[in-house]
Antibody
Framework: EVQLVESGGVVVQPGGSLRLSCAAS????????MHWVRQAPGKGLEWVSL????????YYADSVKGRFTISRDNSKNSLYLQMNSLRTEDTAFYYC????????????WGQGTTVTVSS | DIQMTQSPSSLSASVGDRVTITCRAS??????LNWYQQKPGKGPKLLIY???SLQSGVPSRFSGSGSGTDFSLTISSLQPEDFATYYC?????????FGQGTKVEIK
């Protein structure tokens, strides 16, 4: 079964750091570009970051650039999001997603993990 | 960044109705447009990719059309399980963006 499972979401104070993980199974992980997408409470989807199959191409949304770092370990079929200098507006549900290809959309999503930034 | 604007933001419809949601891009994105469905407490589900291609396993009552800057998602006969929020998303730019969502509610 193709599956993505996120973990690492907790409550953290403003200015703090956190690392999210996403474990992939059921597909050849190192064939695909991966994304992080977040959803603030009661709001819509916001794309956060992408990483190419080999980690050689990385992009970030302006809202997180310079604070978040995406990475992957293909030997462990895992995707990561290091989140530093967290702000209250980073409070959201964070999803990892597999992209089938630039033309094919994000075809597999995890169940998400909750990050709450609060003092 | 490419801005994606959906309309309407919400709509009320009855089972069996034909429903159309539109999505406009702030610049030409060719056919690099995808549609997702999200139900409360769940991750999004890909419905349509490449503007008009139906994702495997998605019922044929869902269809997509458009190219360039104007796109639409149509549900030909609304079913009870279709009440959800729908998002468009462009993959033309390396900085992916989503529309703000359209919530389809029961009339």
């Amino acid at each position: 079964e193709v599956q993505l499972v996120e973990s690492g979401g907790v409550v953290v104070q403003p200015g703090g750091s956190l690392r999210l993980s996403c474990a992939a199974s059921g597909f050849t992980f190192d064939d695909y570009t991966m994304h992080w997408v977040r959803q603030a409470p009661g709001k819509g989807l916001e794309w956060v970051s992408l990483i190419s199959w080999d980690g050689g191409t990385i992009y970030y949304a302006d809202s997180v650039k310079g604070r978040f770092t995406i990475s992957r370990d293909n030997s462990k079929n895992s995707l990561y999001l290091q989140m530093n200098s967290l702000r209250t507006e980073d409070t959201a549900f964070y999803y990892c997603a597999k992209e089938g290809g630039i033309y094919y959309g994000m075809d597999v999503w995890g169940q998400g993990t909750t990050v709450t930034v609060s003092s | 960044d490419i801005q994606m604007t959906q309309s309407p933001s919400s709509l009320s419809a009855s089972v069996g109705d034909r429903v159309t949601i539109t999505c406009r891009a702030s610049q030409n994105i060719g056919s690099y447009l995808n549609w997702y469905q999200q139900k409360p407490g769940k991750g999004p589900k890909l419905l349509i990719y490449g503007a008009s291609s139906l994702q495997s396993g998605v019922p044929s009552r869902f269809s997509g059309s458009g190219s360039g800057t104007d796109f639409s998602l149509t549900i030909s006969s609304l079913q009870p399980e279709d009440f959800a929020t729908y998002y468009c998303q462009q993959s033309y730019s390396t900085l992916r963006t989503f529309g703000q969502g359209t919530k389809v509610e029961i009339k």
